[in-house]
Every structure is written in structure tokens, then in C-alpha cells.
């Protein structure tokens, strides 16, 4: 990677053909500035801009790239097993209405607090410490090696949420009015095993608790339950009673929690191995 820095309009050729170009506003104007990546208004700034924006850039940008793949194959491949069982007749595990907003309402609110606010160390400590530096040197936090790393973590903690989900649902089948509950009522558990666990996760990626952060994923969160309601109120709805069923089956609060507590657990460990590397 090949960073150009230049304060002239003779610079300009330099830092477009650059990977990262770095004008700074001198004497002969802000023309290289119009053509760079970042501009800064002196060269005293240059320090601040890669060893604390730079770093901190690098290290979010990497976190928010894996978290957004590793979710979407914890919510995807429990879909995979389950038409596995289901001989992949078609039949879905996820209502579509809960698919879509997935993305735009669940679990992603809390993105938006973490890639502002979220810092791993002060800029004293960036900035006294060049070795902080290396994360992003040596590509640590995203790298062919990270990337299926965390696609095998994700497909194993899916698998885990659908096996606790569905293996508990076979202790509640019959509900004390004699009723018994739908498949939908399965899907929609293991949707809202996938949306904690994701939201939650977030608290393990982040080296900053924010309230910001707190916020939204307690928003999230709050949002897919009044979804999942309004949903089991239509009569029409294949989703029609659901909310109610899960509430009554005691046995899937405890296969909520141990799923909970099966995916947190390996990626704690993982944090803490690419922390204790990055020192």
C-alpha cells in the first residue's frame, strides 16, 4: 500500500496515482487537497490522521465488515438445516415480513453508535505507542485467514441456535388448553434467538460501552418484539397466535439462554486471541 502526501498542484499526478493520497493546504493553494483522499491543514496533523483516525478507521471498518457476514450466516444457515430436515421441500423457517427488516430495523441500529463512537485506546496511547500501529500493518483484524474463521464460527453457532430451538420445542408441544403449537412458533423463536444473539454480540466486538450503543440494541431488540406482536394479532397471519404460544413454553426461555451463551462464549475467546496478538 503506497501513501502520497503533497501540499502542490505538482503533487497531484503523485497522489491520485497512490492507494491513499494526503494533501495538505500549503502556499501554493489547496489544489493537491482537491485531489486527495484526506486533506489536512498541516503537516503536524499528519501523525493524528494515521495513527489515531487511520488506526481506529482500519480496526471499525474491519469489525463492521466481519460482524455484517458472520450475522447474516448465523440468521442464514439455520434455514439451510432446517430444510435439511425438511427434505428442501421449500418450506421456510422465517416469516418473509421478519427477513426484510432484518437488516434495516433488528440489527442494524447499533452499527451506527459503534463506527462513531466506538475507540479501542485514548489518542495519548495511540499516539505514545507505535506498536498499536501494527493492526493494521499486518492486516490482523481482516484477512482471508479472519474471514473464514468467523464463516465456520457463524454456521456453528446457527447450528447451535437451531438445535437448542427445535429440540426444546418437542417438550412444548401441548400447551395447558389443549392446543398445540405451529411450526411458526419454532421459526419465529429461533428468529428471536439469531436477533439477540446478534445485537448482544455487538458487545463483545466493540471495546467501547457506550450509551449510544446500549440504546440501539435495546431498540433493536424492543422493535422486532412489537413486529413479532402486532404479527400474532391478524387472524390471516400465518404468524397468528405465535407470540402468545412462545410465551407459555417454558422450555424455550432455557434454549434462548443456552444458545445465548454458546455463541458469546467462542467469540470472547477469539476477541482475546487477536487482542493478546495485536500487542
Known amino acids: 500500500t503506497v501513501l502520497a ?14 492507494n491513499v493520497g494526503v494533501g495538505v493546504r500549503g502556499e501554493e493553494g489547496a489544489m493537491a487537497c482537491k485531489y486527495a483522499d484526506f486533506a489536512i491543514g498541516e503537516f503536524q496533523n499528519l501523525k493524528p490522521l494515521l495513527f489515531i483516525h487511520g488506526r481506529e478507521c482500519y480496526r471499525r471498518n474491519s469489525v463492521l465488515l466481519v460482524f455484517t457476514i458472520w450475522r447474516n450466516i448465523v440468521l442464514r444457515a439455520s434455514s439451510v438445516y432446517f430444510g435439511g430436515v425438511g427434505g428442501f421441500s421449500g418450506q421456510v423457517l422465517y416469516n418473509d415480513f421478519f427477513v426484510v427488516y432484518f437488516q434495516i430495523l433488528y440489527t442494524t441500529l447499533l452499527l451506527i453508535p459503534y463506527t462513531l463512537l466506538d475507540r479501542e485506546y485514548s489518542d495519548e496511547v495511540l499516539l505514545s505507542d507505535p506498536k498499536k500501529y501494527k493492526i493494521g500493518q499486518e492486516n490482523l483484524y481482516y484477512r482471508p485467514k479472519t474471514f473464514w474463521m468467523y464463516c465456520i464460527i457463524g454456521m456453528v453457532q446457527s447450528l447451535w441456535i437451531y438445535l437448542f430451538i427445535t429440540q426444546s420445542a418437542v417438550f412444548d408441544i401441548a400447551q395447558e388448553d389443549g392446543r398445540t403449537s405451529t411450526y411458526w412458533s419454532m421459526g419465529n423463536t429461533t428468529f428471536w434467538a439469531c436477533v439477540l ?31 413479532w406482536y402486532s404479527l400474532s394479532q391478524g387472524e390471516t397471519n400465518d404468524d397468528y397466535g405465535t407470540f402468545e404460544d412462545c410465551l407459555k413454553m417454558p422450555y424455550q426461555y432455557f434454549s434462548v439462554i443456552l444458545a445465548l451463551v454458546a455463541i458469546l462464549v467462542p467469540d470472547v475467546a477469539v476477541k482475546r486471541y487477536l487482542k493478546l496478538k495485536a500487542q
Open 197 to 227: 444473539s446478534i445485537n448482544f454480540m455487538m458487545l463483545v466486538y466493540c471495546s467501547q460501552i457506550t450509551v449510544a450503543l446500549i440504546l440501539a440494541i435495546l431498540l433493536g431488540v424492543v422493535l422486532f418484539i412489537l413486529n
Open 5 to 18: 502526501i503533497g501540499d502542490g498542484g505538482n503533487d497531484i499526478n503523485m497522489i491520485r496515482a497512490a
